[in-house]
C-alpha cells in the first residue's frame, strides 16, 4: 500500500485537478464566463468549463405563474371519453340507435327505440356510472343514466363527477408540469396546489416567466387514428401537414394513443436524414397498435399530435413490435421537445395562466451569508478538530476534506444542480461524514500499533480493515439518500443530490486521495511510529 506508482499518482491527481477546476465556474457571474470564454481562441474555448451551480428560489428568486385547469375543456374531454364509451358498447352490443350518439350540456343521449335492444345494452350503460373513490366527496356517482319510455337514454356527468376529476386532473397536471421542468431531477422548481384547480408553479434563476410558460402550454395528446373515406358520417375534420394545412376527415375511434407510450427518442430519418420521434409502447399499448394496424393493412393511419396530423401513412403490414416514428418536417430542437413532453406525458387537460411574474429570494442574501458561516464554522472546528487529535495525519485528512468539498461542488457545477438551503446543509453534513471515514481508519492504525504491530503493518492494515467498515456506513447513507431522492421533491431531493455526491466522493478523498498522501510521507520521511 506504501508504494504508488508515478502513473497513479498523476491520474489521480489529475482526476482531483479536473474536479476542482470544473468547481470554479460557479464563483463567478454568467456575464464573467462568457466574457471570459469569448476573450479565449476559438479552438480551445470547447476546454473550458462553463457549467455552474444554479441558486435555489430561496437563494435567488426566479420565475413564478399560476396555472389553473380549463373544467370547461375537461368537462368536453369527458363527454368526449363518455361517447367513445357508448359507442364501443353499442358495437359490442350490435346496436344501432337511431340518429346515432347527440351531445348534449355535459353529457350524451340516445334513442333506441327496440325494448329487447335497450335491455341489452342498459346494464353495461349502467357500468359506466362508476362510484367516486374519495372520501371527502361524501360518496355519489360520476354520471347519471335515465331511460325514458319512447326508448331515450341520457348520460349526464354529475357535479361530484366533475369535482372528482378536476381534483384527479390538478394531481396528475403536477406530475406532468414537474416532468416537463425538471425531468433530470436537478432544477428542483417549486410546484404547489392551491384550491381546488390551480397550480402554482415557481422556477430558481429563470428571469422570464414567458419561457416557463411556453414550455408548460402545449398539451402532447397523441393519437393514432384512421383516415376515413368520407367526411360525412362519425368523423373529425382535421388539418393535415401532408396537405399542406388543409382539413381531411378523420375516423374519431382512437387506435391508441399516447398514455401508453414507455419511451420517446429524437433521431433522423435514415433515408431522408431529417429529424424525427421515435416511440415505443407499452404491452397494452403495443397490443393495440398491432392490431390495429393488422385490421388495416393497405390504409392511412393518421398520426395526430394536438388535433394536427403529423403525417398519415399507409400502412403496408401489422406492426406487431411496439415501436414507431413520427416525422412531419421537425427541426431538430421541435424533435428533442416533442420526444420530452411525449415522455413527461400529455396534461389532462388545458392549462389557462392566471397570473405570472417574476419573484426575489424569500430569504435572501442573509441566507446565503449565514449559510457560508455556517459551512465555515463546520468546516473550521472539524479541521482543528482532526489536526489536534491526529497531528500529521489530520493535516492530511483536512487537505482531503478540502478536495472532498471542492468535488461536490465540481460535480454540482456539470449537473447544473440548484443550490438551495437544504442543499448547504448537505454540504454541512457531507462534512462530518468524509472525516468519519478518515477516523475509522486512523484508529484501527491506532489500535494495530498497540497491538505490537510494524508501522508499515499497521498502517496497511487501517486501511485494509475499515474499508469494509466504509463501505458499509456509505452504502446505507447512500440507500436513505436514494429513498430520499425518488420518494421526495424539491428541497428534499436537493438535499438527497448533494448527500449522494458527497457520499461519492467520500471514497474517493478518504480511501484513495489519503492513502497516496500516507504513502508518500512514508516515502519521503521514513518515520518510525505514528504520528499521534
Known amino acids: 500500500m506504501l508504494r504508488f506508482s508515478r502513473t497513479k499518482i498523476f491520474a489521480t491527481l489529475a482526476i482531483i485537478l479536473i474536479g476542482l477546476s470544473l468547481a470554479v465556474p460557479s464563483f463567478f457571474s454568467k456575464e464573467q464566463r462568457e466574457a471570459f470564454v469569448n476573450a479565449l481562441p476559438k479552438s480551445i474555448q470547447w476546454t473550458v468549463p462553463t457549467r455552474a451551480i444554479v441558486l435555489g428560489l430561496d437563494l435567488q ?44 350540456n355535459r353529457g350524451v343521449d340516445l334513442r333506441i327505440p327496440d325494448a329487447a335492444a335497450r335491455a341489452k345494452v342498459m346494464p353495461k350503460l349502467r357500468e359506466l356510472a362508476a362510484p367516486i373513490n374519495n372520501p371527502l366527496a361524501a360518496g355519489g356517482q360520476t354520471l347519471t343514466v335515465n331511460e325514458a319510455e319512447n326508448g331515450t337514454i341520457q348520460l349526464v356527468l354529475t357535479e361530484a363527477g366533475i369535482n372528482d376529476r378536476t381534483r384527479r386532473a390538478v394531481s396528475q397536471a403536477i406530475e406532468v408540469v414537474r416532468k416537463r421542468i425538471d425531468f433530470g431531477g436537478t432544477k428542483e422548481p417549486s410546484i404547489q396546489q392551491q384550491g381546488a384547480s390551480r397550480i402554482l408553479v415557481q422556477v430558481p434563476g429563470l428571469q422570464n416567466p414567458q419561457e416557463l410558460e411556453d414550455q408548460l402550454g402545449k398539451t402532447a395528446k397523441l393519437e393514432f387514428r384512421m383516415l376515413a373515406d368520407s367526411p360525412s358520417g362519425d368523423v373529425d375534420m382535421l388539418a393535415s401537414k401532408d396537405e399542406g394545412g388543409a382539413k381531411v376527415p378523420v375516423e374519431r375511434r382512437v387506435m391508441a394513443d399516447g398514455s401508453d407510450l414507455t419511451d420517446a427518442q429524437p433521431a433522423f430519418d435514415p433515408q431522408t436524414h431529417e429529424p424525427m420521434v421515435s416511440f415505443k409502447f407499452n404491452l397494452r399499448g403495443a397490443q393495440r397498435f398491432g392490431q390495429a394496424t393488422s385490421e388495416n393493412v393497405g390504409r392511412r393511419m393518421a398520426i395526430v399530435l394536438d388535433n394536427v396530423i403529423q403525417s398519415a401513412p399507409v400502412i403496408r403490414s401489422a406492426i406487431t413490435g411496439g415501436t414507431g416514428q413520427i416525422t412531419g418536417n421537425f427541426t431538430v430542437k421541435d424533435a428533442n421537445d416533442l420526444s420530452v413532453l411525449l415522455r413527461a406525458g400529455a396534461l389532462p387537460a388545458k392549462l389557462t395562466v392566471v397570473e405570472r411574474r417574476v419573484v426575489g429570494p424569500g430569504l435572501g442574501r442573509d441566507s446565503i451569508e449565514a449559510g457560508k458561516m455556517a459551512t465555515l464554522v463546520a468546516g473550521g472546528l472539524v479541521i482543528a478538530f482532526m489536526f489536534a487529535t491526529y497531528g500529521t495525519f489530520g493535516f492530511i485528512a483536512n487537505i482531503a476534506l478540502i478536495v472532498h468539498v471542492g468535488l461536490i461542488l465540481g460535480l454540482m457545477s456539470v449537473l447544473e444542480a440548484t443550490m438551495t438551503l437544504p442543499g448547504i446543509a448537505g454540504i454541512v453534513l457531507t462534512i462530518g461524514t468524509a472525516v468519519d471515514s478518515n477516523v475509522l481508519i486512523y484508529e484501527r492504525m491506532r489500535e494495530e500499533a498497540r497491538g505490537g504491530r510494524s508501522l508499515v503493518s499497521a498502517l496497511q492494515a487501517g486501511f485494509d480493515r475499515a474499508f469494509a467498515t466504509i463501505i458499509d456506513s456509505n452504502s446505507t447513507m447512500a440507500i436513505a439518500a436514494l429513498l430520499l431522492f425518488f420518494m421526495g421533491s424539491g428541497p428534499v431531493k436537493g438535499f438527497a443530490v448533494v448527500f449522494i455526491l458527497g457520499i461519492l466522493t467520500t471514497v474517493i478523498t478518504a480511501v484513495t486521495l489519503t492513502r497516496m498522501m500516507i504513502a508518500l510521507w512514508y516515502n519521503w520521511f521514513r518515520p518510525k511510529a505514528l504520528p499521534f
Open 61 to 104: 428568486g426566479g420565475s413564478q405563474i399560476l396555472l389553473e385547469i380549463d373544467q370547461p375543456d375537461l368537462v368536453r374531454s369527458m363527454v368526449t371519453g363518455l361517447r367513445d364509451d357508448v359507442r364501443r358498447i353499442l358495437r359490442e352490443a350490435a346496436v344501432s340507435p337511431d340518429g346515432g350518439i347527440r351531445v348534449i
